[in-house]
C-alpha cells in the first residue's frame, strides 16, 4: 500500500482513540442512561411480589433496554465498526433478584434467508448461490440451501430432484430463523453450524438486490467467504487481519487487499462499510419472571419487527 498521508494516519490514530472503545462508551452509556429512564418510565407498586407485578415490570425493564439501545446504537452505527455482536449484562441497577441483558447483533454481517430469492438484473440469485457457498465452507450440504428455497417460495415444485422439500413447505417468508428447523434436513446439528452466520430479515424480503448488503467489516469468515467461488479462507482471513488494524471504508481500499482486486468487481452480494440494520435482545428478569423483548432495527430507528415473549 502507497505510504498513508498525514490525515489517514490522523484518521488511523482517532479510530483507535475513538471507535475502538464505542463499544464500550455504548454500555457505560445504556447504564446510566437506563437508570434515569427506570426512573421516569416504571412505576410499579414494589410492596407487591405477585408474578403479575414482576412480568410488568420486566416487560418495562426489557422496553426500556430496547429504546436506549436503539437510540444509542443510531449514533454508533454513523462510524465505521469491526464489532459484530455485542452483550451488555446489566446487573444491579434495578435491586437484588432484578437482571437485565441486552445483546446487540449486527445483521448486515449475516446471510438474510428471506433474501434468497431476490433476483440481480440477470435474473440471477445470488443470495441463494451464496448461502451454497456459506454452506460448502461449513462442510454442510449446499443442496439444502435449495432445500431453503423451496420452503420458501410460492410453487410447490421441489428443485432439483430434492425430494420432501416441499413436503408441508410454509411458501412464504421466514418469521423467525426456529422455522427452519422444519425444513428436511435441517437438524439439530446443521442449524447450530449455520445460524451464526444468517438471519431472518423481515423487512428486506420484497426488494432488489442492491438493498441486501454484507458489510464488510462485520461479516465473519464463513460468510466472507460466502461472497464468491473464488474467496478462500485464506483470502477472507486476509480481509480480517486487514480491518483490525483500521476498517474498510471504500472498494479502493478492499481491492488494494492481495487477491481482491479481481473479485471486487464480481462478488455475489452487494456490500457495505457500515452497518443499517440491527437485531436487539433484551431480557430482563424481575424475582426469576423473564420477559424478552426481540427487535430489527435500522439506523433511522425504524422498527421492522418486535416480539415480546
Ligand atoms: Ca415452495
Not at 42 to 55: H, R
Not at 60 to 75: M, P
Request: charge should be negative.
Amino acid at each position: 500500500m502507497k505510504g498513508r498521508g498525514q490525515t489517514e494516519d490522523k484518521k488511523i490514530r482517532r479510530w483507535e482513540d475513538g471507535s475502538a472503545l464505542i463499544i464500550t462508551v455504548l454500555i457505560v452509556t445504556i447504564l446510566v442512561a437506563l437508570v434515569v429512564e427506570f426512573a421516569y418510565e416504571v412505576y410499579i407498586d414494589t410492596s407487591s411480589l405477585s408474578n403479575w407485578a414482576n412480568a410488568q415490570k420486566a416487560s418495562l425493564i426489557a422496553k426500556s433496554g430496547q429504546t436506549l439501545s436503539a437510540k444509542y446504537l443510531e449514533e454508533a452505527s454513523k462510524n465505521y465498526n469491526t464489532e459484530n455482536e455485542v452483550e451488555l449484562p446489566v446487573e444491579r441497577d434495578f435491586g437484588p433478584d432484578t437482571k437485565l441483558t441486552i445483546k446487540i447483533e449486527d445483521a448486515d454481517a449475516k446471510i438474510n434467508i428471506n433474501s434468497i430469492l431476490i433476483e440481480n438484473l440477470k435474473g440471477e440469485t445470488l443470495h441463494l448461490t451464496a448461502l451454497q457457498k456459506l454452506f460448502e465452507s461449513l462442510n454442510i450440504n449446499p443442496k439444502l440451501a435449495l432445500a431453503i428455497a423451496d420452503w420458501i417460495d410460492t410453487n410447490s415444485e421441489p428443485r432439483e430432484g430434492f425430494s420432501g422439500s416441499e413436503d408441508n413447505a410454509k411458501n412464504t417468508y421466514l418469521s423467525t430463523l426456529d422455522e427452519l428447523k422444519l425444513i428436511k434436513g435441517i437438524d439439530k446439528d446443521v442449524f447450530k453450524k449455520i445460524s451464526p452466520y444468517i438471519t431472518v430479515h423481515e423487512d428486506r424480503t420484497r426488494v432488489n438486490h442492491f438493498d441486501t448488503l454484507i458489510n464488510i467489516n462485520t461479516a465473519k469468515l464463513p460468510v466472507l467467504m460466502s461472497l464468491h467461488k473464488d474467496m478462500t479462507e485464506a483470502l477472507a482471513q486476509r480481509i480480517i487481519d486487514y480491518r483490525e488494524t483500521s476498517p474498510i471504508e471504500t472498494k479502493g481500499q478492499l481491492s488494494n487487499i492481495n487477491g481482491m482486486k479481481e473479485l471486487v468487481a464480481v462478488l455475489y452480494l452487494p456490500i457495505s462499510f457500515k452497518s443499517s440494520n440491527f437485531r436487539i435482545t433484551a431480557r430482563a428478569t424481575v424475582n426469576e419472571i423473564t420477559r424478552i423483548i426481540e427487535s430489527d432495527v435500522d439506523t433511522s430507528m425504524r422498527i421492522q419487527f418486535w416480539r415480546e415473549e
